[in-house]
C-alpha cells in the first residue's frame, strides 16, 4: 500500500502544528514589544542624542513591521490548511529581527 503522493496536499494532517506555530509567533512578537519598551526606556533614561532616538524610530519602524508580519502569520494560520510561510514573509521576518539587533547593539553602543 503505497503513502500519499509528496504534492498531495489534501493527505496532510496538520494536528496541532499551526496552533503551536501561532504560539511562538506570538511569543515572538510579546518578546519584540518588551524589546522596544526597553530600547524607549533606554533611550529616555539617557542622555537623548541624534543617534539614539533615530536608532529608536528605526527601530519603532522594525517593530511595526514585524508585528504586520506577525499579525498576517497568525491569521494565516487560523485555517484548517494553512499555507505554508512565503519566502518574502520569512525574509522579512528574518532582516527585521537583524535590524533590530543592530538598532539594539547601536542603541548601547
Not at 508580519?69 to 525574509?91: E, F, K, N, Q, Y
Request: hydrophobic residues 55%.
Amino acid at each position: 500500500m503505497a503513502g500519499p503522493a509528496p504534492g498531495d496536499e489534501t493527505a496532510r494532517d496538520p494536528g496541532l502544528q499551526p496552533e503551536r506555530t501561532r504560539l511562538a509567533w506570538r511569543r515572538t512578537t510579546l518578546s519584540w514589544t518588551v524589546v522596544a519598551v526597553l530600547g524607549v526606556r533606554a533611550a529616555l533614561v539617557d542622555d537623548a542624542t541624534v543617534a539614539g532616538v533615530t536608532g529608536l524610530a528605526l527601530a519603532a519602524l522594525l517593530w511595526i513591521g514585524f508585528l504586520a508580519a506577525a499579525h498576517r502569520r497568525i491569521h494565516s494560520l487560523d485555517t484548517a490548511r494553512p499555507r505554508v510561510l512565503s519566502a518574502r514573509g520569512a525574509l522579512l521576518a528574518a532582516g527585521c529581527t537583524v535590524a533590530l539587533a543592530v538598532c539594539g547593539a547601536a542603541l548601547i553602543w
